[in-house]
């Protein structure tokens, strides 16, 4: 029988979750099913999901932030289709290849001239790994410097610079590593003054958190302290680059000169993995130090062809439908849109974000009804409250969002960059409704709450 991938999907569509829950990570099944997020989606373009139904569902998580120019877009697919009725060579290996020159050129031109080498790779971790040897090799220094509740990844290299606990439990001893507080420059300089450190690796807006220093001169003289210890600056733009913050790249809101950058995520669409280490010249040579060096750091897929193509795709796309541009208005409106919400619910303590990376941190409400509820939640896992909300707003009114971190009342939007106003009011009058749902106690988004945390409490017994 002739392979037909359509009809493979049309008949066994629906099974998804108990596929996964027989073969691959059960644990998420189970999480995904308790919140009711046990979604089967069947199509997806722009800023929605579509499920079998037919019903759209406003995705504000973006892929985490892997489909900044919408999902599935055209340019992006016929790049990918083209290539494809072409039968270009890929992967030769022992050659190189006209589509990874272009789309060196391509992304250099959009990054300040001192950064003017390229490593491709496949996935953001790789390019924290390809990072981190990059400065280690160029410095001769083992270390690594952090920010707390960092994340850039979750391969051994890129876990040991992660600020969460969770996220280390049960693999052991890392990376030599040490993580700071934001805003203390005192205490970056006394790590920096041991001269052990290769690089401090910075998220600029930081990703679990949807934060970044209160003091806007810190990253300069963080930069400048930096130079002064032979340190290099690596500014992770995985997440917050390829426009997200409402700039090219986030590092561009403090005028920065970072040594290294690495990115991934949206660097091809969401369609095809990819990943990119951009860097000066002089620290990438001392990698490929010689001739028989020249492979000494690479991998398989690196500088494949689909997502080569994919890439120079999406950077036409961005230029064209102005995407950058659009991030930073609709970021606006919609930071405003939720700030304007702040005076009406007392649950809202802070609206943050820049450009599309939006955070609503939730705070203990006054009223003392509303107070005994919040409070059981919080005995129980804080972070509750949020999860409650997002599961609202996924149930009612069909958009995907989720809590920013584990014990964090903190819900994180990072939709498309490619909506428009309609996707702000439906986002800010979702979450308006799904508030006004918390002063109805007992009601069913207190109910939700207390049956998070009967899972939580079972969870903890079990473990
Ligand atoms: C800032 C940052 N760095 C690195 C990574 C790892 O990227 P990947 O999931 O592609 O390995 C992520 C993923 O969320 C991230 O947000």
Known sequence: MAFDIKSLIQ?????????????????????LRTIGFDKVYARAEGAYLYDREGKDYLDGLGGYGAVNIGR?????????????????????QMDCSILSGLLAEALLKR???????VFFCNSGTEAVEGAIKFAR????????????????????????????????????????????????????????????????????????TVKYPADDSYYQQAQA?????????VTDEIQV?????????????????????????????????CGAILTRREIYDKTFSRMDRCVVHSTTFGRNNLAMAAALATLQVMDDEKVVENSARMGNALIDGLKGLAAKHEFIKEVRGKGLIVAIEFQEPKSLRLRAAWKMIQAAEKGLFAQAVVIQLLKDHRVLT??????????????????????VDRIVNAVDASLAECYKFPGPLWEMGANLVKASLSVKKST
């Open 11 to 31: 008949a066994r569509l629906g099974e998804n979750y108990d596929l996964h829950d027989r073969h691959i990570n059960r644990a998420l099944v189970k999480v």
């Open 72 to 92: 599935n877009h055209p340019v992006v697919k016929k790049a990918i289709a083209d290539l494809l009725a072409m039968d270009m060579p890929n992967m030769v």
């Open 111 to 117: 990054f300040p001239p001192h950064l003017n080498a």
């Open 137 to 208: 090799c160029a410095t001769g220094r083992n270390k690594l410097l952090f920010f707390d509740r960092a994340f850039h990844g979750l391969t051994t290299g890129a876990l040991a610079m992660n600020g969460t606990g969770m996220f280390l439990e049960g693999f052991g001893e890392l990376l030599p590593s040490k993580a700071i507080p934001m805003d203390d420059l005192a205490v970056l300089e006394k790590e920096l003054a041991t001269r052990e450190y290769a690089a401090f690796f910075v998220e600029p807006v930081q990703g679990k």
């Open 225 to 233: 302290l930096c130079r002064k210890y032979g340190t290099l600056l």
């Open 241 to 273: 680059g390829m426009g997200r913050t409402g700039k090219f790249s986030s590092f561009e809101h403090w005028n920065l000169e970072p040594d290294i950058v690495p990115i991934a995520k949206s660097l091809s669409g969401g369609l095809v993995p």
């Open 402 to 423: 989720q809590v920013s971190a584990r014990h964090l009342e903190v819900i994180k939007i990072t939709p498309v960059l490619t909506i428009g106003q309609k996707e």
